[in-house]
């Protein structure tokens, strides 16, 4: 089985490690999938993301991110992010508040809606 060096890092902590055999990310230029021996890209990701990752042993990774940038070589995947979170970290009631909340900032809108789409993606897996 084909697998790559995959590391998802915000600028708080670093959240994930490890071998994985397939990345999905929201970039600015749409969604992508990232497999061992992809082409070498550098990539900005949308505020207000996720980012999935499918470890060698099969598990789903799934992080709301918000903004950052990501790179890829043949053997590695490096992602960059402002800010994340994993999605069973997210507190989606609060996460929903916020998106019902008129007054909150474009800013926290993006979070919410990425807490809540990474919630979603993890639960349907």
Do not use: Y
Not at 11 to 24: H, I
Not at 34 to 58: N, R
Not at 67 to 84: D, K, N, P, W, Y
Not at 86 to 94: K, L, N, R, T
């Amino acid at each position: 089985m084909s697998e790559m060096s995959v590391d998802l890092v915000a600028v708080e902590r670093r959240l994930w490690a490890g071998q994985a055999t397939f990345v999905s990310a929201q970039t600015t230029e749409g969604q992508i999938g990232i497999m061992p021996g992809h082409e070498p890209l550098l990539g900005q990701l949308v505020e207000g993301g996720t980012v999935a990752i499918v470890s060698t042993e099969g598990e789903r990774i799934v992080a709301a991110v918000h903004g950052g940038f990501f790179s890829v070589t043949a053997g590695t995947v490096r992602i960059l992010a402002e800010s994340a979170e994993f999605a069973d970290e997210v507190d989606v009631e609060a996460a929903r508040r916020v998106l019902a909340d008129s007054a909150a900032s474009e800013e926290d809108q993006l979070a919410a809606q990425a807490q809540v789409r990474a919630a979603e993606q993890a639960a349907n897996a």
